[in-house]
Antibody
Framework: QVHLEESGGGLVQPGGTLRLSCEAS????????MTWIRQAPGKGLEYIAY?????????NYADSLKGRFTISRDNAKNSLYLQMNSLRDEDTAVYYC??????????????WGQGTLVTVSS | DIQLTQSPSFLSASVGDRVTITCRAS??????LAWFQQIPGEAPKLLIF???ILQSGVPSRFRGSGSGTEFTLTISSLQPEDFGVYYC?????????FGQGTKVEIK
């Protein structure tokens, strides 16, 4: 079955950097688009970015995060990444990776990992 | 960005009750909507998209409907495991946006 596991979260100072990973199993990773979503403590869900399947040449970012966050993938390692630079207090959140799947005419976030917590604080 | 507004923000209902949650979009999104359930401490789970296509494994008591700017999620007979926060998400444009959530409590 589909399994996604995020890692790399932790405590980081404002202005710092962090790289999150998401290891996938149970499906052919290279065939699927992937996405990152975050959730600040006690708040709702916020889309971060997606990356296309295979080569990963097609990416899309939330405007508010463009330039600071970079999504990438390594199909040989069945892994998705999120490089986060110039971190701010408001980036504190649980970060989820999700499979981004096209079915029945819709692009859906059909399977999610359990998330990894990023805390930005001095 | 497309704004999604859910109502109510909170509801408390008894087991067996029929529950309805509404999601209104700031502009027309045809049928490009999905619903998620999030149990505290867990990742969101996709329930319905399109907006009436049931995701595999989701019980048939969940039903989605609507188009354009107004959508509803109905739970025909609320069960104890249905507590949590429900979110709608638009699938029309980027950035993908979510509603603010509806917290469902079991009385």
């Amino acid at each position: 079955q589909v399994h996604l596991e995020e890692s790399g979260g932790g405590l980081v100072q404002p202005g710092g950097t962090l790289r999150l990973s998401c290891e996938a199993s149970g499906f052919t990773f290279s065939d699927f688009y992937m996405t990152w979503i975050r959730q600040a403590p006690g708040k709702g869900l916020e889309y971060i970015a997606y990356i296309s399947s295979s080569s990963g040449h097609d990416t899309n970012y939330a405007d508010s995060l463009k330039g600071r966050f970079t999504i990438s993938r390594d199909n040989a390692k069945n892994s998705l990444y999120l490089q986060m630079n110039s971190l701010r207090d408001e980036d504190t959140a649980v970060y989820y990776c999700a499979r981004y799947h096209y079915t029945s005419g819709y692009w859906i976030f059909d399977f999610w990992g359990q998330g990894t917590l990023v805390t930005v604080s001095s | 960005d497309i704004q999604l507004t859910q109502s109510p923000s909170f509801l408390s209902a008894s087991v067996g009750d029929r529950v309805t949650i509404t999601c209104r979009a700031s502009q027309g999104i045809n049928s490009y909507l999905a619903w998620f359930q999030q149990i505290p401490g867990e990742a969101p789970k996709l329930l319905i998209f399109g907006p009436s296509i049931l995701q595999s494994g989701v019980p048939s008591r969940f039903r989605g409907s609507g188009s354009g700017t107004e959508f509803t999620l109905t739970i025909s007979s609320l069960q104890p495991e249905d507590f949590g926060v429900y979110y709608c998400q638009q699938l029309m444009t980027y950035p993908r946006t979510f509603g603010q959530g509806t917290k469902v409590e079991i009385k």
